[in-house]
């Protein structure tokens, strides 16, 4: 399986290699007009060409340091994953055990000590109503479960959907935020075996 | 099935029938020293006589207002739900159906205008990393999980109360916090359709 840490790394065929290197300037400079624009319009009222406008540069420019737009948004909002490297993890064997990638995946982003702020920067943002938490919404609304929907073409999958990303945010809360236990220091692999079949129907339905 | 908004007329023989009636300062004090005593000594370390000495007052006092010390505590924090009621609403009728049984008490209250308040009041409580959470947290630990798992009598009980809580809690986020569409307008039978067999594999284990 792909480490979801490499993730940042593959963000689209215009990116550079390395994250500090070209214009550091010029990066800043896009990401804070990214955020400015995301904000006042929301994902999908945001362009690409409206973000460079807003930051001065050429269209091309931001695609040439970003990709297409869901990668400007996730750089903006520094999200810890990536459609890109979910969806096709997700879908790529068939439906079989569609469910135990999705929680191998859960527990790899937050079993990585590097990633799992970001994760909980993440959850926090959500939780906060503020227009970022709204923002967050609507692009895992567009971006993850609407591809994830269209790949399963299962009926209900918006509703499917939604309720892995319910089941995943509680084990999130009560195993990484509240600590709860004994699930805080259970093991993954037994957590794995717990959730995987749950998420399967979930996805599925029954 | 008992309305939850019952619950807090039966917390106890000792409990007179009206909140208001009897003595409201004699009850506001007591409630305050409550508070004060849980927050200083945990819930386990807290006494009625206790919080009986802080309040200046007799316990038999604290008893004949509130019952036992969970019912001082559901009190003084103002928890919507009562372990009283729904433990025995759990387990009454054996263990077919109580998952079943657990979702449908979870919307019962979180469907109630006059609770669905309260629990987000919890909710953000729970969250907020405040002694008050912590409180809250031991307290479902000892009262709620623990009587569950007393009755439930299977191996990793404890870990299995945990899955259900995650699996509710991420329930309440994605549809009453965050209103994540399609999740947030669904009927309450169709979730409850959906995470009765989740429940219900976690209560008794694979």
């Not at 840490?5 to 500090?20: F, L, N, Q, T, V």
């Not at 920067?121 to 919404?137: E, N, Q, W």
């Not at 918006?158 to 319910?166: D, G, I, Q, V």
């Amino acid at each position: 399986m792909a480490a979801p840490g490499d993730a940042p790394e593959r963000r689209g065929p215009g990116r550079p290699a390395g994250r500090r290197t070209g214009a550091p300037d010029t990066r800043r400079q896009i990401l804070e007009a990214a955020r400015t624009e995301f904000a006042r319009s929301g994902y999908e009222g945001t362009s690409v060409r409206g973000i460079a406008r807003s930051a001065g540069v050429d269209p091309a420019l931001v695609h040439h340091y970003f990709g297409p737009k869901e990668h400007v948004f996730i750089a903006a909002l520094d999200l810890p994953f990536d459609p890109d490297a979910l969806v096709p993890e997700l879908t790529t064997d068939g439906p079989d055990r569609m469910g135990e990638r999705l929680a191998r995946y859960f527990f790899a982003l937050w079993e990585e000590p590097d990633i799992r702020p970001r994760m909980l920067a993440m959850l926090r943002t959500v939780l906060s109503g503020t227009p970022a938490a709204g923002l967050i919404k609507e692009f895992m609304t567009h971006e993850m479960i609407g591809r994830v929907v269209r790949e399963l073409g299962v009926r209900d999958a918006a509703l499917r959907a939604n309720l892995c990303t319910a089941q995943l945010m509680g084990v999130a809360f009560t195993r990484y935020v509240l600590c709860l236990e004994p699930i805080a220091s259970a093991d993954p692999e037994v957590l794995t075996a717990e959730i995987a079949p749950t998420l399967q129907r979930y996805l599925q339905g029954a």
